[in-house]
T-cell receptor, first 116, second 115 residues
Framework: DGGITQSPKYLFRKEGQNVTLSCEQNLNHDAMYWYRQDPGQGLRLIYYSQIVNDFQKGDIAEGYSVSREKKESFPLTVTSAQKNPTAFYLC???????????????FGDGTRLSIL | AQKITQTQPGMFVQEKEAVTLDCTYDTSDPSYGLFWYKQPSSGEMIFLIYQGSYDQQNATEGRYSLNFQKARKSANLVISASQLGDSAMYFCAMREGTSYDKVIFGPGTSLSVIP
């Protein structure tokens, strides 16, 4: 079955540590996204990528970094510069271009990150 | 800048009744798409319904329908015959522009269905 796999499901970060969240998709989608969700809140866009080796900052990119070396993979690194990283992180993908206007995003099951 | 507002942080509805969840959006682009997603307590995101800015008719999908008022920039979700399983967070989202690649979400509405 095609879909998006996020790992790990739960992640703990120590002070001053960088951690990387994995996102892999086998849907052959060009566009991939990372969102942060705080308890009881909406999804805020961190980064998105339209194509391999290219990505754009979203609304809350500070303290995060991404790479897109392969179409299938879009890992998110939460750096030590992100002082309040505790949140639920969702990865999504979709087709892109003019044919994408009515296409919903496909989401992974999320990673819950906490500070130790 | 694009922005989505959902003014109802929490809503209650009696089982089997209909409920309307509000969504207003702000965009200067004439071409955009609006989506509604459901997020149960498990955290998964479930796509419910889509409305395009050029669609002439309001979208419907089973018990879900959209009350789309383009001039008012609103796209309210109507759930008919509410069920206990409808209890969840509901998010309105928008794609805009020629590439449609950037997708932003509203803050969400928490719906509780009462038996």
């Amino acid at each position: 079955d095609g879909g998006i796999t996020q790992s790990p499901k739960y992640l703990f970060r120590k002070e001053g540590q960088n951690v990387t969240l994995s996102c892999e998709q086998n849907l052959n989608h060009d566009a991939m996204y990372w969102y942060r969700q705080d308890p009881g809140q909406g999804l805020r866009l961190i980064y998105y990528s339209q194509i391999v080796n290219d990505f754009q900052k979203g609304d809350i990119a500070e303290g995060y970094s991404v790479s897109r070396e392969k179409k299938e993979s879009f890992p998110l690194t939460v750096t030590s510069a992100q002082k309040n990283p505790t949140a639920f992180y969702l990865c999504a993908s979709s087709i892109r271009g003019t044919g994408a206007s009515n296409q919903p995003q496909h989401f992974g099951d999320g990673t819950r990150l906490s500070i130790l | 800048a694009q922005k989505i507002t959902q003014t109802q942080p929490g809503m209650f509805v009696q089982e089997k009744e209909a409920v309307t969840l509000d969504c207003t959006y702000d965009t200067s682009d004439p071409s955009y798409g609006l989506f509604w997603y459901k997020q149960p307590s498990s955290g998964e995101m479930i796509f419910l319904i889509y409305q395009g800015s050029y669609d002439q008719q309001n979208a419907t999908e089973g018990r879900y329908s959209l009350n789309f008022q383009k001039a008012r920039k609103s796209a309210n979700l109507v759930i008919s015959a509410s069920q206990l399983g409808d209890s969840a967070m509901y998010f309105c989202a928008m794609r805009e522009g020629t590439s449609y690649d950037k997708v932003i979400f509203g803050p969400g509405t928490s719906l509780s269905v009462i038996p």
